[in-house]
């Protein structure tokens, strides 16, 4: 689905990790975006009615509940305005930090935790969800843990993902952007409704991932969770 390019003025940021967020909003605030930066989901309402943003960037975990189902709650309760779920609120680190597979398993934990909350809170409805991933043992380790309380579809390309696309409605698309050609060709699927998507690179840095992600018109989001 094509977009065009947004300017933002201002941003609000949601995470359990207070500490992690002030890198993010020094980075933004250089670039000349306003950032508001609240740790529990109550504040993120508050905030919400008592200013206008452009965009809502959501950790998975917040202080007082996950940031899955509350990023549903606000596409419904904001539908003309965006919100991104980040798997990593941390600064892309440089120096090596041991086997790729083991720091890509630490997030998917996090991410894991995150879901199976979200899970909870699905009303009766188990939620469907698109996993994009090409790395069989990532994707076994989520079958395992969310299979039973999901509706779980996987992906191992970018052309298997517009196909499964193609075929029904997800509430979420889980998707690592090295996958090949994930970042390009899956998003050119026309769908009714647009699933919340969260990427699952751990090596997405998380400025340009909302920066990219939420640089699209509001009206693209489409209520997608019960």
């Known amino acids: 689905m094509p977009s065009q390019d947004i300017s ?75 919100v991104l779920v980040i798997s990593t609120t941390r600064e892309t680190e440089k120096k090596d930090s041991g086997p790729d597979w083991l720091s890509r398993s630490a997030d998917y934990a996090r991410l894991i935790f995150a879901l199976k909350q979200a899970g909870q809170r699905a009303a009766g409805r188990p939620p469907k969800i698109l996993h994009i991933e090409d790395d069989d043992s990532l994707a076994d380790l989520v079958q395992n843990t969310i299979g039973n309380q999901t509706q779980l579809f996987r992906a191992r390309s970018a052309q298997e993902a517009q196909i499964a696309m193609a075929l029904r409605d997800y509430d979420l698309a889980l998707i690592r952007t090295d996958v090949p050609q994930t970042n390009i060709s899956w998003r050119n699927t026309l769908t009714v409704s647009q699933p919340l998507e969260i990427s699952t690179d751990p090596h997405d840095d998380p400025v340009l991932n909302i920066l990219n992600n939420l640089r699209r018109p509001a009206f693209i989001h489409q209520p997608a969770y019960c």
């Open 8 to 82: 933002f003025t201002r941003l609000l940021l949601c995470s359990s990790d207070r500490g992690k967020l002030e890198p993010l909003r020094k980075r933004f605030s250089a670039a000349g975006i306003q950032v508001d930066c609240v740790t529990r989901a109550e504040d993120a309402r508050q905030l919400l009615w008592q200013h206008h943003y452009d965009g809502i960037a959501i950790d998975l975990l917040l202080a007082d509940r996950d940031g899955i189902s509350f990023a549903m709650e606000l596409r419904q309760e904001h539908p003309r305005t965006s």
